[in-house]
């Protein structure tokens, strides 16, 4: 078994993401197995060295992401987060038992803050237990990494004692976190450049830098620390996580690339696959990507003004300092319509990256295709990703969206005739009314299926440009403290709603089977 830390090119930079576990801590970002082993997939064939899958003991399911992740990954190191205990470490040893690449990532608090009133102990015993839990780690692994939490906030030199005293004990990758986004990138810098000239066995293990986005500089610290000798960026796709998020993935690594003649560094990457992973995370989560987001918004490579339009006519390189085709924005060699076939409709999913599906995934797509085709004169690529991201993971929902008529207009009343399918069972259609067509469909599915979830978000979004675009919808609900979000595609704005709002409750009904995580990580 080979860590991702062993015999390593001492400039490639690894790229830890934390999607599946810390980026699934954001509020309402709920994820099923089946839609975590989807991201997983990616991640993997993108290149990802390391992807932490979960923190094991927090439920059951994240404990059976991470074993089923460790299952079916065998190119990236597959990583369980665990706290400085025992019960911990046992839980997460457990859960990676199939991995042929392991790393049980575990933590503790370092700052005043967080030893006086969250843990209650003090600097001794934090410093013992890091000691002895890196040590009770390695009974599993070869690949232990030992992360500070708060660390931005921590005296330096008890800092420097734990992250010594982490490495005698054998861990192999030390964690540095800006856990509050707290940090500037030039202080952030210099504590890591301190712990590496300090600790007088750094040079044992791989430092790594964790940072959170509240003041905006998750992505700056990030690069800042490379400056200063990590080797280990943690980050998600779409900066996606709790608070402000994470250092955005997808940022990182084409800094790295496009920037390659100041910071004399690489990651192992396969950046064409960084629009697909962007676009798989932000379907799955229902956490739409902000247009004027860097590398993979919709106005990434968008250019209006007439000046920079004369420019890029002229040269491309004038105004964009890397290729759409870099990220996976590949032009369309295929145009799709109502003519198309099925032949067609299965190039163009190979194209997208959908060829791994079987005779049944592709009938359904294919049937809503035809539809939409039917009712738009140009299919876009945009339009078959959605139907394809709606589409998938639905088969195991024990609600389905049959059929919707909905009666609108300004003289009403308004109301809403839905069908729905529960655990297999198609139920009578059900009417009802309300203050306008969105509210009537939402209070027709309350009927169909009573429940007791608020709507806390309902936000719409054109896939495509034009007023035949298909909608996605996002919706998001609460219930007893559990938040979800719910995402519908369709062409119909109303039958995206009723489909977003039957997609959130599914995840509801999931996630009730679920614990809350027992502590904050890192």
């Given at each position: 078994?080979?860590?991702a830390?062993?015999?390593?090119?001492p400039?490639?930079?690894?790229?830890?993401?934390?999607?599946?576990?810390?980026?699934?801590?954001?509020?309402?970002?709920?994820?099923?197995?089946?839609?975590?082993?989807?991201?997983?997939?990616?991640?993997?064939?993108?290149g990802?060295?390391?992807?932490?899958?979960?923190?094991?003991?927090?439920?059951?399911?994240?404990?059976?992401?991470?074993?089923?992740?460790?299952?079916?990954?065998?190119?990236?190191?597959?990583?369980?987060?665990?706290?400085?205990?025992?019960?911990?470490?046992?839980?997460?040893?457990?859960?990676?038992?199939?991995?042929?690449?392991?790393?049980?990532?575990?933590?503790?608090?370092?700052?005043?803050v967080?030893?006086?009133?969250?843990?209650?102990?003090?600097?001794?015993?934090?410093?013992?237990?890091?000691?002895?839990?890196?040590?009770?780690?390695?009974?599993?692994?070869?690949d232990?990494?030992?992360?500070?939490?708060?660390?931005?906030?921590?005296?330096?030199?008890?800092?420097?004692?734990?992250?010594?005293?982490?490495?005698?004990?054998?861990?192999?990758?030390?964690?540095?976190?800006?856990?509050?986004?707290?940090?500037?990138?030039?202080?952030?810098?210099?504590?890591?450049?301190?712990?590496?000239?300090?600790?007088?066995?750094?040079?044992?293990?791989?430092?790594s830098?964790?940072?959170?986005?509240?003041?905006?500089?998750?992505?700056?610290?990030?690069?800042?620390?490379?400056?200063?000798?990590?080797?280990?960026i943690?980050?998600?796709?779409?900066?996606?996580?709790?608070?402000?998020?994470?250092?955005?993935?997808?940022?990182?690594?084409m800094?790295?690339?496009?920037?390659?003649?100041?910071?004399?560094?690489?990651?192992?990457?396969?950046?064409?696959?960084?629009?697909r992973?962007?676009?798989?995370?932000?379907?799955?989560?229902?956490?739409?990507?902000?247009?004027?987001?860097?590398?993979?918004?919709?106005?990434?490579?968008?250019?209006?003004?007439?000046?920079?339009?004369?420019?890029?006519?002229?040269?491309?390189?004038?105004?964009?300092?890397?290729?759409?085709?870099?990220?996976?924005?590949?032009?369309?060699?295929?145009?799709?319509?109502?003519?198309?076939?099925?032949?067609?409709?299965?190039?163009?999913?190979?194209?997208?990256?959908?060829?791994?599906?079987?005779?049944?995934?592709?009938?359904?797509?294919?049937?809503?295709?035809?539809?939409?085709?039917?009712?738009?004169?140009?299919?876009?690529?945009?339009?078959?990703?959605?139907?394809?991201?709606?589409?998938?993971?639905?088969?195991?929902?024990?609600?389905?969206?049959?059929?919707?008529?909905?009666?609108?207009g300004?003289?009403?009343?308004?109301?809403?005739?839905?069908?729905?399918e529960?655990?297999?069972?198609?139920?009578?259609?059900?009417?009802?009314?309300?203050?306008?067509?969105?509210?009537?469909?939402?209070?027709?599915?309350?009927?169909?299926?009573?429940?007791?979830?608020?709507?806390?978000?309902?936000?719409?979004?054109?896939?495509?440009a034009?007023?035949?675009?298909?909608?996605?919808?996002?919706?998001?609900?609460?219930?007893?403290?559990?938040?979800?979000?719910?995402?519908?595609?369709?062409?119909?704005?109303?039958?995206?709603?009723?489909r977003?709002?039957?997609?959130?409750?599914?995840?509801?009904?999931?996630?009730?089977?679920?614990?809350?995580?027992?502590?904050?990580?890192?």
């Amino acid at each position: 078994m080979t860590s991702a830390t062993a015999s390593r090119d001492p400039n490639r930079v690894i790229i830890f993401d934390t999607t599946l576990r810390d980026g699934e801590q954001a509020p309402g970002c709920s994820m099923n197995l089946e839609e975590k082993l989807r991201i997983a997939g990616v991640l993997e064939e993108m290149g990802v060295d390391v992807i932490e899958a979960g923190f094991p003991i927090a439920s059951n399911g994240d404990f059976e992401a991470v074993r089923e992740v460790g299952r079916v990954v065998k190119t990236s190191v597959v990583a369980a987060l665990a706290r400085t205990a025992r019960a911990d470490i046992d839980r997460a040893a457990e859960a990676l038992q199939f991995a042929e690449r392991r790393r049980i990532h575990t933590f503790i608090s370092t700052s005043p803050v967080h030893m006086q009133h969250m843990l209650k102990m003090t600097e001794a015993e934090v410093l013992q237990r890091t000691v002895d839990y890196v040590t009770y780690a390695r009974n599993f692994t070869d690949d232990v990494e030992w992360s500070a939490q708060d660390a931005s906030r921590s005296d330096i030199d008890f800092l420097c004692r734990c992250v010594e005293a982490a490495i005698t004990a054998g861990a192999t990758t030390i964690n540095i976190p800006d856990t509050v986004g707290y940090a500037l990138p030039h202080e952030y810098a210099t504590l890591f450049r301190t712990l590496i000239e300090r600790v007088p066995n750094s040079d044992k293990a791989v430092f790594s830098a964790h940072c959170h986005n509240d003041l905006g500089l998750a992505v700056a610290n990030s690069l800042a620390a490379i400056g200063a000798g990590v080797r280990q960026i943690e980050c998600t796709v779409n900066g996606l996580g709790e608070r402000a998020g994470n250092a955005s993935m997808e940022e990182v690594v084409m800094a790295i690339r496009t920037r390659h003649d100041l910071m004399k560094v690489h990651t192992g990457i396969r950046t064409e696959h960084i629009t697909r992973a962007s676009r798989l995370v932000s379907t799955i989560t229902g956490f739409q990507v902000q247009p004027n987001k860097a590398i993979v918004g919709a106005n990434a490579f968008a250019h209006e003004s007439g000046i920079h339009q004369d420019g890029m006519l002229k040269h491309a390189e004038t105004y964009e300092i890397m290729t759409p085709e870099s990220v996976g924005l590949n032009r369309s060699s295929l145009v799709m319509g109502k003519h198309s076939g099925r032949a067609a409709f299965r190039a163009k999913l190979k194209e997208l990256g959908y060829d791994d599906l079987g005779e049944n995934a592709v009938n359904d797509a294919f049937s809503r295709f035809k539809d939409l085709a039917d009712r738009k004169k140009e299919i876009f690529d945009e339009d078959v990703i959605a139907i394809m991201d709606d589409e998938a993971g639905r088969k195991n929902d024990a609600i389905r969206f049959l059929a919707l008529h909905v009666v609108a207009g300004s003289r009403g009343p308004q109301h809403a005739v839905l069908e729905l399918e529960v655990q297999g069972k198609a139920i009578a259609p059900v009417v009802a009314f309300g203050n306008g067509p969105v509210d009537a469909v939402f209070n027709a599915i309350k009927l169909a299926f009573p429940h007791e979830a608020r709507l806390q978000l309902y936000q719409v979004h054109a896939v495509t440009a034009g007023t035949d675009a298909q909608a996605e919808v996002t919706v998001r609900l609460e219930e007893s403290g559990k938040t979800v979000n719910g995402q519908g595609a369709d062409a119909d704005t109303l039958v995206a709603s009723a489909r977003a709002y039957v997609h959130a409750l599914n995840k509801l009904m999931t996630k009730r089977q679920k614990t809350a995580p027992v502590a904050l990580s890192a």
